[in-house]
């Protein structure tokens, strides 16, 4: 496997964490490129920023049995309104994963919220892959 493609599954994978991370650009670059197949750069991606959320989720499943130390990144009101907010609109809110600022962070909710993982995976496999494809398809019929 080409270093562009590691590249891009780090990018994506980090991406999906709460690491500042821009996966999109890597893509758009690789597709531009033109040296790489399409399906094998939305696989690549789309695995890579699912796994990071999948991250995510597990951290979250751990997560509240810290809620009490100082370091603790999230206040216990946070922590409730996003759980509330979960409750509210439930799994179908993984469909939003893939936005930037909220989407890793809805994951790690998931995680807290007990979320099964394969309803999990599902939804933010689509919602994700939805991303990249879309992405592809403007970059590609932008370009030519």
């Known amino acids: 496997m080409s270093g562009a ?6 990018a994506a994978f980090g991406a999906a964490t709460l690491l500042p991370l821009q996966s999109e650009a890597v893509l758009v670059g690789l597709l531009l ?18 796994l990071g959320s999948l ?3 597990w951290l979250g499943r751990g997560i509240e049995r810290f809620r ?7 206040s216990p009101l946070h922590l409730e309104k996003a759980r509330l ?3 509210r609109y439930g799994h179908w809110s993984l469909l939003l994963s893939w936005l ?7 994951t790690l909710v998931a995680g807290v919220m007990r979320e099964p993982l ?3 995976l599902l939804i933010v496999t689509l919602a994700k892959g939805a991303r990249y494809g879309v992405l ?3 970059t590609l019929g932008w370009v030519g």
Request: net charge positive.
């Open 55 to 57: 991250l995510n989720w």
């Open 100 to 106: 930037p600022v909220i989407g890793d962070p809805l």
């Open 5 to 10: 493609y590691f590249g891009l599954f780090f």
């Open 33 to 50: 490129s033109d040296r790489y197949g399409l399906w094998a750069l939305l696989a690549v991606a789309t695995f890579g920023n699912v």
């Open 136 to 138: 592809a398809v403007a």
């Open 85 to 87: 907010h979960y409750q």
């Open 68 to 74: 009490d130390r100082r370091w603790f990144p999230v």
């Open 118 to 120: 394969g309803r999990f």
